[in-house]
């Protein structure tokens, strides 16, 4: 049983500092990973707080093993694993080519300990991960809720007394939580979630909070034996531009600081025996069930009594509403077994009404079009972008659509 009690003693003066006091501003790390900078805000900034979540074998351990290695190019880094022995981690390392002189390893899972043996200011510091580490004086098990928040709680007043940063991996949940108290997630400056199939090597590095950039960029990697590889260019491997195949939409979502050309892919199946099935992977299901009826109310293509699937290739989970006009095409090319012509891309949210209403950033995702080869972007009229084939309704986009012209 954990019990908590208040401690005892007189208050100390707090010293204010006015708004008009002069600060030096450190300038954020950045490092050879680009894509890791820049889910980080442009470079991890000195003294922040990083929890990398994730499932198992997702990756987890090798991504910041390597990212430490990369800022080990620009100080000491110290990486503790509560879950391998040295041998272990130091295996992976050389596997993966990345011996820095200083980079140090240690399985201690002491926080304590680990912070008292530091004799020279570090760059960063990781813990692999949050819930094998202990901290003295608490009677908690390793891996309590008691334990892990006291513990953020040293590493976090480690990090703000100091420049270095602290990095801390977590599990996650069977419903998809980070194990632990809810409170580390608001007590870290960076919360950041690695996704992805277990059957796929790809692996997608999301942020859900930072406090020092914006909270939807994404990294794209591939996971080979040889460690995490970046992917630069993720609209190459999330869209296929050539299929003209019944049921596929193109569409161009922004995500962060990028945009990217994704595919998403209907199918539609009779059903004649129960209530008709409705599931989406990578893009919301409330979401599917009303571009579904509109489908049916403007559209005149009668999806009661047939099963609806759809699917964002990649792994992507997709929450833009730009996607919504690319779903309606799919689900109608789908049902109607029509092939779009290729190189067409849709962009737009769509009402209630029927109706294609314009949304953020069109100019980038035009470029992104067009880098990519495509001929028509189909969109709403209210976007004055070159190159955008501007609708009023769904009705008309579709026809603009099949009509094939540029």
Do not use: W
């Amino acid at each position: 049983m954990e019990i908590e009690g208040a401690l005892e003693g007189a208050p100390s003066i707090v010293d204010f500092k006015p708004s008009t006091a002069a600060i030096d501003v450190q300038k954020r790390l950045t490092t050879s990973m680009r894509e890791m900078d820049r889910v980080l805000g442009g470079g991890l900034t000195p003294g922040s707080v990083v929890l990398v979540a994730g499932g198992p074998g997702m990756g987890k351990s090798t991504l910041l093993l390597e990212y430490a290695s990369a800022l080990a190019t620009q100080g000491d880094v110290y990486y503790v694993s509560g879950e391998e022995s040295v041998p272990q981690v130091l295996s992976r390392v050389k596997r993966l080519g990345i011996e820095r002189d200083k980079l140090f390893l240690s399985s201690t899972v002491s926080v304590d300990d680990v912070l008292t043996s530091i004799k020279r200011e570090p760059t960063a510091l990781v813990f692999d991960s949050i819930q094998t580490v202990h901290t003295s004086g608490m009677n908690a098990l390793t891996g309590s809720v008691t334990q892990m928040r006291e513990c953020t709680v040293k590493l976090v007043e480690y990090a703000k007394s100091s420049s270095a940063s602290v990095f801390m991996i977590g599990h996650i949940t069977k419903g998809g939580n980070i194990a632990g108290p809810m409170v580390l997630e608001h007590m870290v400056d960076t919360v950041l979630y690695l996704e992805g199939e277990s059957r796929s090597g790809r692996r997608i590095l999301r942020a859900i909070k930072n406090r020092f950039g914006p909270t939807d960029e994404i990294a794209v990697y591939e996971m080979r034996e040889n460690g995490m590889i970046e992917i630069s260019d993720p609209s190459r491997i999330f869209a296929d531009t050539e299929s003209e195949e019944a049921g596929n939409a193109i569409s161009i979502v922004v995500e962060g600081s990028r945009s990217l050309m994704i595919n998403v892919q209907a199918l539609t199946t009779p059903n004649h025996k129960s209530s008709p099935i409705r599931i989406a992977r990578g893009f919301e299901n409330a979401r599917l069930l009303m571009l579904t009826a509109l489908v049916s109310n403007y559209l005149g293509v009668s999806l009661e009594n047939r099963d609806v699937y759809l699917n964002v290739l990649g792994g992507l989970k997709i929450s833009d509403p730009g996607m919504d006009l690319a779903v309606i095409a799919a689900l109608y090319s789908a049902t109607k077994n029509i092939c779009f012509p290729s190189k067409t891309a849709f962009v737009g949210e769509v009402g209630l009404d029927g109706r294609v209403r314009a949304v953020q950033q069109t100019r980038m995702r035009v470029a992104e079009a067009k880098r990519m080869g495509m001929k028509r972007v189909i969109a709403s009229y209210q976007s004055k972008e070159d190159g955008v084939m501007g609708v009023r309704t769904v009705r008309e986009a579709i026809a603009k659509a099949l009509s094939g012209d540029g």
